[in-house]
Structure formats: structure tokens, C-alpha cells
């Protein structure tokens, strides 16, 4: 069982803050270097999750400092260019800690599949924010708690400003210029710039715990925080596992069933082509007709031409029996005609009905699962059904290997639920989620077999 979320961002220059913290000592505690890794009892290597290691990200970041500038604009009214000033924040650090111990995330243990879901979370998280400005994250296992070290370089702006990469930083000089072009004194552009500060933070506390925390399994705030007692406390941690675990499932099912539509689209998409070949052989006997018309009315002309020498009768029975054929050629240029419409209704007739089929016994797959009738054999790998023909229609459709893996979250979600709730309850839900599902078993428009 988890606890409450932890991210920290800051900046640092190179220049030592009012704690003793720059680049310099930020990122050697980081490596593990001993002169600044004594608030560690043994002290080991960071495991590199991503990008450089931190004597790495030393280099590139006093490469980009060496090469950074600021323009200033002097008396005269030209503009200099100055370097960067030793105590301009050029690194950005976000920490992230895991609540549960370092000892219960080791391979194999309960909690390793969570600690690995969520480092996986932030790295997704911090990717989407920063782009190619996130230089490296680097893991930590030697203390109390393991944490991540994140470390974002302004690679992108010659000025080496690691504090505007900070939402919260941004939003407090916008405030406070915004502020001050309006007439409020400086110190008072000073207080709406903290507030601004403190209210993006805790918007970023909020998107973090949304995107990263709550699908961890992770309280957004701490018990202290809301003054809840010890019972409460673990119930609320107990329902953020299980909307972690809620979460996930829904994100797995949305991906089976994109999976089965990609399959249905390549299916209509095979459909299409065999009725466009179909389509393709018609034009291409129309267009034999139309030159075997073409071909007839040169013949009938020569004919007709000899026929002027000769008698008239002769003529007259020519030119009806020509008038009989360019009729015939129009009847079969007009049957064709219908036979490609005909194609065009069979191609959506095609796809909606295998599309609503597949739909109708997968429903009816779930609901197995919750009667009962469908189930998974020892191995977890192979579908067993009661009923035979529903047994059929999965493998006729081929579509056992798309709704296994629902099948199996499906039925590990009915089994958990039906052993915490008595039976009128496990019938009740049964029946509720069969009735859900009876739409689909039954779509109105095609009046089909399910």
C-alpha cells in the first residue's frame, strides 16, 4: 500500500544559495561523490533511467554556459554582449520520491510492479514538459525512500535561464511585470507575483498528481495534511490503489478494443479490395462492350455500304439485326451498371454486419464471465465455454486472441469483487451489467443472430 505523492522543482546557478546548494554540489550529491553524500549511510552509483550521467550533464551544462550570452544596452544606446553571471540559475531539478520504503520495491517484492509503473508515469510526465531539454534522470536506492533526480538544461536559449523552465517561476515574473506595467508600486508587484508563484505551483502539484500520482496509486496530499486518523488514512490509500488499479484496466481494455478495430478495419479493408477488383473486372467488360459496339457499327457500316449495290430488301434486314445487337450491348452496359451498385450495397452490408457480429458476442463473452459460462482454463491461455455455440461463434469470427485479455482482467476484477461481496450482491451486479450489455446482443437495425 502506498502514500502521498512528492515532486519538488528547483533551480539552482552556480553560485551557492543561502543553503550552500549550486550546479557544482547539486549534481556531484547526485553521482554520490562522498564529500557530498555523508547524509548517507552507504552510499551507491545512481542507476542512470535516462540520458546522461550526472558528471555528464556537468560538462554539457558548462558547455552551454561557455557559450551563453546576455545583450545589454549600453549608455550610448548600443547593445554589448556580457557572459552569464555566476549567480544566473542555469539548471533546473525536478525530485521525485516514492512513498513506499526502499526495501519494499526490490526485485521481486509486492510493491516492484507499482515503483516500476511509476517511474515509467514520470518519465512520460517529464518528457511531455520539458522535450529534449530533460538531459537525465537518475535513480537513487540508497536511502530511506527511492526517489528519481531529474535534471532540465535551457539548451534552447542563449541567455542560460533555467528558471522560466520552472511553470511556476514563469507565471510569478508574468504576474509581477504585468503588475508593475500597470501602476502598482514594486512591492505590491511583488505579492501578486508570489501568489501567481504559489498558485501554479499548485497547479502543477494537481496535473502531476492527476497524470502521474493517481494513476501510481498515490494520495495527492499526506494524512497530517487533512488531519485524518490512522484508519482513515489507510482507507484512503486503499482507494487510491484501487482507482491506480482501475485506471489501468480501463487503459488496457481501451487498447484490446483498438486492437480489435484495427483488425475489423483491416478485415472491411480486404473486403473492399476484393469488391474493388470485382468493380475493376466490370469496368473492364464495359469497356469491351462498348469497344465490341464500336467494333459492331464498323462492321454494320461495311456492310451497309455493300449493301447499297444490293437490294433493298437485303438492306432493311441488316440494319435490324444491327438495331437487335447495339440494344443487347445497352441491356448487358446497364446490367453491369446494377452489378457494381450491387457491390457497393454488399461492401457496407459486409462490414456493418461483421462489425455488430463481433461487437455481439464479445458482449456476450463478458457476460459469460460474469454467469459463469465463459472461463479460462488452469493455463489462463485458453477460453472454455458451456455454451457450444458461442464457443463457435468466437472461433469462427477469430477473435479469442483480441478478447482474452479482457476476458482475463474482466474475470480477476469479478473474482476479487464477488469475494468481498455476499451473493445478493454478486447476483444483483451480475444482472445489472447482463442488462447493461443486452444492447449490444441484440443490435435493432440488423435484426441478426447474436
Avoid at 537518475?138 to 528519481?148: A, F, L, R
Avoid at 505579492?191 to 495527492?220: C, H, I, M, S, W
Wanted: charged share 30%; with cysteine; aromatic share 4%.
Amino acid at each position: 500500500m502506498s502514500g502521498p505523492q512528492f515532486l519538488h522543482i528547483q533551480s539552482y546557478s552556480r553560485k551557492a544559495n543561502k543553503a550552500g546548494q549550486n550546479v557544482q554540489q547539486v549534481l556531484d550529491e547526485a553521482a554520490r561523490v562522498p564529500e557530498f553524500s555523508k547524509h548517507v549511510e552507504n552510499p551507491e552509483p545512481p542507476n542512470i533511467i535516462y540520458g546522461l550521467t550526472p558528471e555528464l550533464v556537468r560538462e554539457k551544462h558548462d558547455e552551454m554556459v561557455e557559450s551563453g550570452f546576455i545583450e545589454v544596452k549600453l549608455k550610448d544606446g548600443t547593445t554589448a554582449r556580457r557572459g552569464i553571471r555566476k549567480d544566473r540559475h542555469t539548471l533546473l531539478t525536478a525530485i521525485a520520491s516514492y512513498p513506499l520504503l526502499t526495501k519494499q520495491i526490490v526485485d521481486g517484492s509486492v510493491g516492484r510492479d507499482g515503483y516500476e509503473r511509476w517511474i515509467e508515469l514520470n518519465m512520460r510526465w517529464l518528457r511531455e514538459r520539458f522535450g529534449e531539454r530533460l538531459v537525465s534522470v537518475v535513480e537513487h536506492v540508497d536511502e530511506e525512500h527511492p526517489h528519481i533526480h531529474a535534471f532540465i538544461l535551457p539548451l534552447d536559449d542563449a541567455s542560460c535561464s533555467a528558471r522560466y523552465l520552472n511553470p511556476a517561476w514563469a507565471s510569478k515574473e508574468d504576474a509581477e511585470t504585468l503588475a508593475k506595467d500597470s501602476g502598482l508600486p514594486s512591492k505590491e508587484a511583488v505579492k501578486l507575483g508570489n501568489l501567481a508563484y504559489r498558485a501554479r505551483g499548485r497547479e502543477l502539484q494537481d496535473q502531476y498528481f492527476n497524470e502521474v500520482g493517481l494513476p501510481a496509486g498515490l494520495t495527492r496530499i499526506g494524512p497530517k495534511r487533512e488531519r485524518l486518523s490512522r484508519e482513515q488514512w489507510k482507507q484512503r490509500k486503499e482507494q487510491a490503489r484501487r482507482d491506480a488499479l482501475l485506471l489501468r484496466e480501463m487503459s488496457d481494455r481501451v487498447e484490446s478494443i483498438g486492437q480489435v478495430e484495427a483488425q475489423l478495419d483491416a478485415d472491411a479493408d480486404k473486403k473492399a479490395l476484393e469488391l474493388a477488383e470485382k468493380l475493376k473486372a466490370a469496368e473492364a467488360a464495359v469497356a469491351e462492350a462498348i469497344a465490341a459496339e464500336t467494333k459492331a457499327k464498323e462492321v454494320a457500316e461495311m456492310i451497309r455500304a455493300r449493301a447499297e449495290v444490293e437490294a433493298d430488301t437485303l438492306k432493311q434486314r441488316m440494319r435490324s439485326k444491327l438495331n437487335e445487337q447495339t440494344k443487347r450491348l445497352e441491356r448487358q452496359a446497364n446490367d453491369l451498371q446494377s452489378a457494381r451498385s450491387a457491390f457497393d450495397q454488399e461492401k457496407r452490408k459486409v462490414v456493418r454486419e461483421t462489425v455488430l457480429r463481433v461487437a455481439s458476442v464479445t458482449a456476450r463473452v463478458l457476460i459469460g464471465i460474469l454467469t459463469g459460462n465463459v472461463r479460462l482454463d488452469d493455463t489462463q491461455a485458453v477460453l472454455q465455454f458451456d455454451d457450444p455455440k458461442l464457443a463457435h461463434e468466437v472461433e469462427r469470427l477469430e477473435i479469442a486472441p483480441f478478447v482474452q485479455k479482457a476476458v482475463v482482467l474482466v474475470s480477476q476484477a469479478w473474482s476479487k469483487l464477488s469475494n468481498l461481496m455476499p451473493e445478493k450482491e454478486i447476483n444483483k451486479e451480475r444482472e445489472h451489467h447482463a442488462e447493461a450489455l443486452k444492447p449490444i446482443l441484440r443490435p435493432p437495425s440488423g435484426g441478426m443472430e447474436p
